[in-house]
């Protein structure tokens, strides 16, 4: 029984590395990544965080045309209540920027919304305050 699975180890990794040295680097065409955030909120707070979702957030983003969620759901089961998912328009190269141009227009969109910086700032740790924990991650579409 030892000398078969030594036999199949050994069959394995000469099919592993004969199938790389055959393969040709290979880039994506056109690929398309998308950006996913599971977001937990605190008990009875889902309300309050869509209300500031829905009457800043997006409006901000329609006023900067940033781009805004093509999806967003409300999760049945597991540890999150909501998943929502963004394309990365400049794909991966997206995450180079520390700020990005969008990121700075929707900015001002959500300042002059509130009522100024301060209001905004408000705003958004009020948002942040619904939050009991988040995760995110990202993929590229098959």
């Known amino acids: 029984m030892r000398s078969l699975s030594c036999l199949l180890a050994a069959l394995f990794t000469v099919l592993f590395f004969t199938n790389a040295t055959a393969q040709e680097a290979e880039k994506y ?4 990544w998308y950006s996913f955030v599971y977001v937990d909120y605190h008990p009875g707070m889902m309300g309050e965080a869509r209300n500031i ?6 409006k901000a983003s329609a006023q900067a045309g940033t781009p805004i969620p093509v999806m967003e759901i409300s999760l049945a ?6 998943l929502i998912v963004w394309k990365m328009e400049d ?3 997206g995450m180079n920027w520390k700020t990005s141009p969008s990121q700075v227009k929707w900015r001002a969109a959500m300042n002059e919304l509130a009522g100024g910086e301060d209001q905004a700032k408000e705003i958004m740790e009020n948002y942040r305050k619904c939050i009991r924990s988040s995760s995110s991650n990202m993929g590229r579409k098959l």
């Open 29 to 32: 065409e056109n690929p398309e």
């Open 53 to 58: 979702i829905d009457n800043y957030f997006k």
């Open 77 to 82: 089961a597991g540890e999150y209540d909501m």
């Open 91 to 93: 794909g991966v190269e």
